[in-house]
């Protein structure tokens, strides 16, 4: 809901919405409150302008992965179709023996995981007319985002049991606090020569401020630290702040050529003194072919042409706010007292990672239905900002027993071309209908590591001098053996070897896919007829992998598989059954192990129905009369469908590694609106 309204001088805007949505599982799901207010003054030369958006939500969430409470993991493996989960007297039943007996409904009714957010943005900015087109404009902002998260795992879950009831309270303040100064000025000289010019200095200082408190040994089921038999407490506090000035000039001539330039000069606190400061910057320039007196023949059939190119460099920050700094921490107990170790090593020339982007494009306007957009593009990224493994020592092991120090290690290259064609293909008085198709290919590339290392392998990741960045290293699987029924290997010998082993100790790993597409895109079709709006987008992806991650369901009959549920993908009549037999699974037997093998990668080609929108608009003559000027009832559908390969075990939209491990779905979601204007 929203309105708006003024005059020419003052100007407001306010509106307010309501979002609720049930989870595809027990205990998820978000509901949100939102309210924003614009307001705009103008007096003689000052205008003044202010906003403010406040939202509240809460959010409830199962946990992914391989969590005693995981729901997806609960249908993908731990529960049978004879598993029940209730006992006769309607007791809870423990029946679920490759979780030790956690019953994920019992986990469900008891725990919870529930996330309060309550977001406030704010802007108030001045603009000053000093002389003809000369304005200089002071904006400050400030964004406060605060997060109240409770967890309870309860005595009678698994998950709490044995620490008789488990309670912990996150609370987490992030705030932002950012001031920009723009002089701005154009003006056109001799009818012709137009020029944009803007000189800024911004400054940016964020803190984040972090609680936690951990209650256990509860009475009672009343989750509150201090009905806690014990309990324990953390708290950080973790700051930046970042500095810039920046200029751009853009020039044009009888809207025929363009030129733009823009610099910028970051300095950021996440730095060293001597790698603080960045230079950033970029050029482009277009040219407006239909504006030119040759074209003028051809005007009835390229209503629009131009052509456009440009090149530039930006910077990313590392993701450490004291990366570069050697320091110790306490909160380590010695024999009963405090103590501190080494938890961070010194790195001053950790710096900016740089990206050197080149664009070149053109857009055409065909017989004043058709555009085409056509653009090539070349991003080459240097100083790679990347963890790389080092030596593990007390303080420096994160939370999964891995070393790594951020460092500038190396190089890497995308490269690639974007496709958008719309066309209006029929438009009259009762009757809109466009089309929008975009098609995108991208080639990633890791150039350089840090000049020394070729590779850096991380399980079945692997990140090689040559390959895309995200590449997956296993055995290459070869089929079945018809002898003996086990999975056959290509040895992938130095010499090239193409010959097959069952023992997997005598093949050689190699890189069996990547996960990024070679093709993505969408389709959108828009419909309006009389009082009638219907809108309807396809996206697809080809060519990119998946790799499944549950490493342990791929054992063939391993242990696992009589602990619960047998994967569809196990299908006991293309098993091998007997010597001789040229069968499309192995052998399923007690005792087999899993190999991480090219047998697990999963094609994600697809299509998808990621939205379909169909809405009614009540007449204009109608709606006045009630004092409306807008009233539209629409339904929205997202995720409706999708086309895939029966291979896909997981949704085709993977984690950005590939790496799938009982993630939660895409939502297929149905939404009824309506939508009022005054």
């Known amino acids: 809901m929203n309105a708006q309204g003024g005059n020419e001088r003052t100007k407001f805007y306010t509106s307010f919405g309501y979002t609720k949505q049930e ?3 027990l205990q998820s799901g978000y509901e949100r409150i939102t309210g924003r207010a614009n307001m705009s003054h103008t007096a003689d030369r000052v205008t003044i302008e202010a906003s403010t958006m406040f939202t509240n939500s809460t959010q409830n969430v199962n946990s992914e992965g391989t969590s005693f409470s995981s729901p997806i993991m609960c249908l993908a493996m731990t529960a049978s179709p004879s598993t029940f989960p209730y006992n ?12 030790n007996g956690a019953n994920p409904l019992q986990t469900a009714t008891y725990n919870y995981d529930r996330s309060t957010i309550v977001r406030t943005l704010n802007t108030l900015s001045a603009t000053w007319n000093i002389w003809d087109n000369l304005n200089i404009k002071e904006t400050l902002g400030y964004d406060f985002n605060q997060t109240n998260n409770r967890v309870w795992w309860d005595p009678r879950s698994n998950d709490g049991r044995s620490s008789k009831g488990v309670f912990q309270r996150y609370m987490m303040n992030r705030s932002k606090l950012n001031t920009q100064t723009q002089l701005t000025y154009n003006k056109t000289f001799a009818e012709h020569h137009n020029i944009d010019v803007l000189l800024g200095f911004e400054t940016e200082d964020y803190k984040y401020d972090y609680t936690y408190t951990n209650g256990n040994t509860y009475p009672s089921y009343l989750p509150e630290i201090t009905n806690a038999g014990v309990s324990r407490g953390a708290s950080n506090i973790n700051s930046y702040r970042m500095t810039s000035y920046l200029g751009r000039l853009n020039y044009d001539y009888a809207g025929k050529y363009y030129v733009s330039g823009s610099f910028r000069r970051d300095g950021s606190s996440r730095l060293s003194r001597d790698s603080r400061w960045g230079n950033f910057w970029s050029v482009s320039g277009s040219w407006r072919l239909s504006q030119e007196a040759f074209m003028e023949s051809l005007s009835n059939v390229i209503t629009d042409a131009k052509i456009r190119a440009s090149y530039g460099v930006n910077g990313t920050q590392p993701k450490d706010y004291y990366g570069y700094m050697g320091v110790y921490e306490f909160g380590y107990n010695y024999n009963g007292n405090g103590g501190s170790s080494e938890a961070r090593f010194y790195n001053p020339s950790l710096k900016w990672e740089k990206n050197y982007a080149t664009n070149i494009g053109i857009d055409l306007t065909l017989f004043n239905r058709l555009t085409v957009s056509a653009e090539w593009y070349n991003r080459e990224t240097k100083d790679l900002l990347m963890d790389k493994p080092i030596s593990a020592a007390v303080g420096v092991i994160n939370s999964s027993g891995v070393a790594n120090m951020l460092v500038n290690v190396g190089s890497m290259r995308n490269r690639g071309f974007e496709l958008e064609l ?12 466009t089309t929008s198709l975009n098609i995108g290919h991208n080639k990633n590339k890791l150039t350089k590591l840090d000049g020394e290392q070729q590779e850096i392998i991380s399980g079945v990741s692997i990140h090689r001098v040559g390959q895309p960045y995200y590449s997956i290293y296993a055995y290459e699987y070869a089929g079945v053996d018809p002898q003996t029924g086990k999975e056959l290997y290509y040895i992938n010998g130095e010499d090239g070897s193409r010959e097959t082993t069952t023992n997997s100790a005598a093949a050689n790993k190699t890189i069996i896919g990547s996960i990024e597409p070679k093709v993505q895109g969408g389709l959108t079709n828009y419909v309006s007829w009389k009082f009638i709006d219907f809108n309807l987008t396809l996206t697809y992806s080809l060519g990119g992998h998946a790799y499944d991650y549950a490493t342990w369901l791929q054992s063939n009959g391993g242990t ?3 602990l619960g549920n047998v994967p569809a993908y196990y299908k006991m009549e293309d098993t091998w059954q007997k010597t001789g037999d ?3 699974l192995p052998q399923f037997a ?4 899993n190999k991480a093998s090219s047998r697990w990668l999963m094609s994600t080609d697809h299509l998808r129905v990621k939205n379909m929108t169909l809405g009614f608009t009540l007449p204009q003559s109608w709606s006045s009369k009630a004092g409306i000027s807008k009233l539209r009832a629409y339904v929205s559908g997202n995720n409706l469908l999708t086309w895939k390969k029966k291979s896909l075990y997981v949704d085709p939209e993977v984690p950005v590694d590939g790496l799938c491990t009982f993630e939660t779905p895409a939502l297929r979601t149905v939404t009824f609106g309506l939508e009022i204007g005054f």
């Open 560 to 562: 696992y598989h009589y």
């Open 23 to 25: 989870g595809i599982t």
């Open 590 to 593: 007690y005792g087999n192990a």
């Open 422 to 433: 719309k066309s209006t293909n029929i438009q009259n008085k009762d009757l809109l209908w």
């Open 582 to 584: 040229n069968a499309k």
């Open 88 to 99: 006769e007297d309607g007791t809870f039943s423990t029946s679920f023996p490759a979780l």
